[in-house]
């Protein structure tokens, strides 16, 4: 059963997501990703992993199943 993430996880992800594409992913970027992923874990009881590895396939191979956007 996939994790219900939050909309403004996704959202982070993506921008993080098209930074890696360009080349120009920058720290501030990557650690809101990571501390969002971080805090959602917490609030939910999943797994750290398992939150960003559902958020990871969601944007970057939505062919593999979740992204509903």
């Known amino acids: 059963m996939a994790i219900e993430l939050p909309d403004d996880l996704i959202e ?3 921008s993080a997501w098209a930074e890696i ?3 120009m ?3 501030d970027t ?3 990703v990571q501390e969002r992923i ?3 874990a917490a609030e939910s009881g999943e797994s750290r992993l ?6 990871k396939k969601r944007v970057r191979h939505p ?3 979740g992204d509903t956007a």
């Open 21 to 23: 594409q360009a080349g």
């Open 25 to 27: 992913l920058t720290v």
């Open 38 to 40: 971080t805090a959602f």
């Open 63 to 65: 062919e593999l199943g």
């Open 12 to 14: 982070l992800e993506r």
């Open 50 to 55: 398992a939150v960003e590895t559902e958020l």
């Open 30 to 32: 990557a650690l809101a």
